[in-house]
T-cell receptor, first 115, second 116 residues
Framework: NAGVTQTPKFQVLKTGQSMTLQCAQD?????MYWYRQDPGMGLRLIYY???????DKGEVPNGYNVSRLNKREFSLRLESAAPSQTSVYFC??????????????FGPGTRLTVL | AQSVSQHNHHVILSEAASLELGCNYS??????LFWYVQYPGQHLQLLLK??????LVKGIKGFEAEFIKSKFSFNLRKPSVQWSDTAEYFC??????????????FGQGTTLQVKP
């Protein structure tokens, strides 16, 4: 049981390049999330997927796209990377149910630098 | 809009000192509350959580937190810190509702440095 896995762990891009961050979970969770972590700002939600086949914007979606490929996988794509997207990206998953207790499990993160 | 505020951005303590990190949130409804810890170079780990019941919750490694509904607060405490507690601590809130998607709103984080 690996929990939440992310690839790659590190990535350096040049401005304008594109890339996809991969995330997978083996806990059969319905909901998955992408956050970015920046110093002094905590974690901010980029996009989330409440269930397979649905995606919604979070606090900071500009410059990103997501795909919920299946129940296990949720990818984050940067179409044209910018230096402002230099950050650490975390994927998370949870078994979210209406009005019930939920908790999120986090992946190890991807450290992305855009030059 | 919901928000979470952590009062202390950077805390420096000596070993054996007591710790209290403040967390306040803005949301009028029922909430799930969390404290996560991130050790240097590692990913977030759940320290403790509050869903319902006893407002004083105990977590791992001797940490505890108290939910005070009237103050919209969920402060983290530890009676005696150790050097190994050096980490960044995040408070997070999930608004419970009929359409709960499990989204978390995080505070800005508090960096704790414990001196040996």
């Amino acid at each position: 049981n690996a929990g939440v896995t992310q690839t790659p762990k590190f990535q350096v891009l040049k401005t304008g390049q594109s890339m996809t961050l991969q995330c997978a979970q083996d806990m059969n969770h319905n909901s998955m999330y992408w956050y970015r972590q920046d110093p002094g700002m905590g974690l901010r939600l980029i996009y989330y997927s409440a269930s397979e086949g649905t995606t919604d914007k979070g606090e900071v979606p500009n410059g990103y796209n997501v795909s919920r490929l299946n129940k296990r996988e949720f990818s984050l794509r940067l179409e044209s990377a910018a230096p402002s997207q230099t950050s650490v990206y975390f994927c998370a998953s949870s078994e979210a149910r209406a009005s019930r207790e939920v908790r999120q499990f986090f992946g190890p993160g991807t450290r992305l630098t855009v030059l | 809009a919901q928000s979470v505020s952590q009062h202390n951005h950077h805390v420096i303590l000596s070993e054996a000192a007591s710790l209290e990190l403040g967390c306040n949130y803005s949301y009028g409804g029922t909430v799930n509350l969390f404290w996560y810890v991130q050790y240097p170079g590692q990913h977030l780990q759940l320290l403790l959580k509050y869903f319902s019941g006893d407002p004083l919750v105990k977590g791992i490694k001797g940490f505890e937190a108290e939910f005070i509904k009237s103050k919209f607060s969920f402060n983290l405490r530890k009676p005696s810190v150790q050097w190994s507690d050096t980490a960044e601590y995040f408070c997070a809130v999930n608004a419970r509702s009929a359409s709960n998607t499990g989204k978390l709103i995080f505070g800005q984080g508090t960096t704790l440095q414990v001196k040996p």
